[in-house]
């Protein structure tokens, strides 16, 4: 069975750091994009920042700077390191996979996993 978990979310103060956790089961993540997405209460899902293949990244302008994207595909994991947190940040972060194309920041994925909330906050 294809799965993506997360893990690595919960409470920060602003301008405290997390790093999230995407964990893949069930295929061989290498051929796979992952993509790291947000959901704000009320707002609509969003694209913070994605990984192809073969390593290359992209962000959203709202996280450039404070948020890092990584991958090992041999333990089948990808990170994201979030920095300088803001209560803006507060969402559900949510992991999402693509085979054989590149990543985007679309919601144009087929595999998603549950979600893991942060919330930032003094």
């Known amino acids: 069975q294809l799965r993506l978990v997360e893990s690595g979310g919960g409470l920060v103060q602003p301008g405290g750091s997390l790093r999230l956790s995407c964990a893949a089961s069930?295929?061989?993540?290498?051929?796979?994009?992952i993509g790291w997405f947000r959901q704000a209460p009320g707002k609509e899902r969003e694209g913070v920042s994605c990984?192809?293949?073969?390593?290359?990244?992209n962000y959203a302008d709202s996280v450039k700077g404070r948020f890092t994207i990584s991958r090992n595909n041999a333990k089948k994991m990808v990170y994201l390191q979030i920095n300088s947190l803001k209560p803006e940040d507060t969402a559900v972060y949510y992991c999402a996979a693509r085979a054989f194309r590149p990543c985007v920041l679309s919601k144009d994925y087929n595999l998603w996993g549950q979600g893991t909330q942060v919330t930032v906050s003094s």
């Open positions: 069930g295929f061989t993540l290498n051929s796979y994009a």
């Open positions: 990984i192809s293949s073969y390593g290359s990244t």
